[in-house]
Structure formats: C-alpha cells, structure tokens
C-alpha cells in the first residue's frame, strides 16, 4: 500500500508562485509513474503534469511552460513548481502514483488533495 501526502497549496495573487510537494510511504523508486492532478467541484480531475520512473514528463497545454515536475528520490518526493499562476489554475490538486502489476494493469494510489487558490 501506498500512502501520499501532498502540502505547500495555499492562497496567492495572479503572478505568483507556489510549490507543491507530495511524500510518499514507500522508495519512490518503486514507482513507475507519478502525476499531479487537479479537479474543481462539479468537474472531472484532469492530469495537470506526470514524470516516469525515468524523470521522462509530459504537462498538460494550459501549464507548459508554467509549471515543472520533479521528483527526488533520495526523498522520496514529488513536486510541482508553479509560477506564473492564474485565476483559472484555482483547483484542488492531486498527488497520484502508477505501479505496474505483473498481468499488465496498474495500481493508482491517491493523496488526499491540497488546495490552490489564485486570487485576480
């Protein structure tokens, strides 16, 4: 099982910054794939940023350039770094972790979410 604990949301202007971290209970080296999601209410999650177990990412259109994926594994840990931010970045955001099964499928495991809030 794994367990993930995301802080560093919080309120800030138009413009401005935040960094996101998620721990993780186990060697993050174990894990294939990690992201950030985010979901407003009545809308679906959708994949914000993820990086493979090989540091490859991929970002969503409306974050390129804005936000960078990292992940340290001596630490066990995931971040977001998110400059520029806009109103429209307001959202709860979501730790995820992939862990490859043997017959081919994935395990997902969940943080609990943090909130973003981008004041105009």
């Known amino acids: 099982q794994v367990q993930l604990v995301e802080s560093g949301g919080g309120l800030v202007q138009a413009g401005g910054s935040l960094r996101l971290s998620c721990a993780a209970s186990v060697d993050i080296v174990s894990i294939d794939g990690m992201a950030w999601y985010r979901q407003a209410p009545g809308k679906e999650r959708e994949l914000v940023a993820a990086?493979?177990?090989?540091?490859?990412?991929n970002y969503a259109d409306s974050v390129k350039g804005r936000f960078t994926i990292s992940r340290d594994n001596a630490k066990n840990t995931m971040y977001l770094q998110m400059n520029s931010l806009k109103p429209e970045d307001t959202d709860v955001y979501y730790c995820?972790?992939?862990?490859?099964?043997?017959?081919?499928?994935?395990?997902?495991?969940w943080g609990q979410g943090t909130q973003v809030t981008v004041s105009s």
């Open positions: 995820a972790a992939l862990i490859l099964r043997p017959d081919g499928d994935y395990n997902d495991y």
């Open positions: 990086i493979s177990n090989r540091f490859t990412t």
